[in-house]
């Protein structure tokens, strides 16, 4: 069965990190492009990053340029997204999703369940 399973989530105060992984079980992420995205309540989900598997290229909303950084270790056939200097808007539910070629952004065909972010004193 071929899944992502995201981790790392939880309650954090403002200005704090947190770092997300993305797991892949049932299929190697070597040739999938894996992007992250949110969806914070009341609103519509929004891509947040992506890397691609050709030469690592990175890709980040402007909300989180500077903040965020996406990485690879295809060897623990994960991802992960570093989130630094978080703040309440970064309040949301974060999912990976990955999707077969080498460029962002793919057709994205498989999805995580997600992992809850609070942002908040």
């Known amino acids: 069965q071929l899944q992502l399973v995201e981790s790392g989530g939880g309650l954090v105060q403002p200005g704090g990190s947190l770092r997300l992984s993305c797991a892949a079980s049932g299929f190697t992420l070597d040739y999938y492009a894996i992007g992250w995205f949110r969806q914070a309540p009341g609103k519509e989900r929004e891509g947040v990053s992506c890397i691609s598997s050709s030469d690592g290229s990175t890709y980040y909303a402007d909300s989180v340029k500077g903040r965020f950084t996406i990485s690879r270790d295809n060897a623990k056939n994960t991802v992960y997204l570093q989130m630094n200097s978080l703040k309440p808007e970064d309040t949301a539910v974060y999912y990976c999703?990955?999707?077969?070629?080498?460029?962002?952004?793919?057709?994205?065909?498989?999805w995580g369940q997600g992992t809850k972010v609070i942002v908040s004193s």
């Open positions: 999703a990955g999707g077969y070629g080498s460029s962002c952004p793919p057709q994205f065909d498989y």
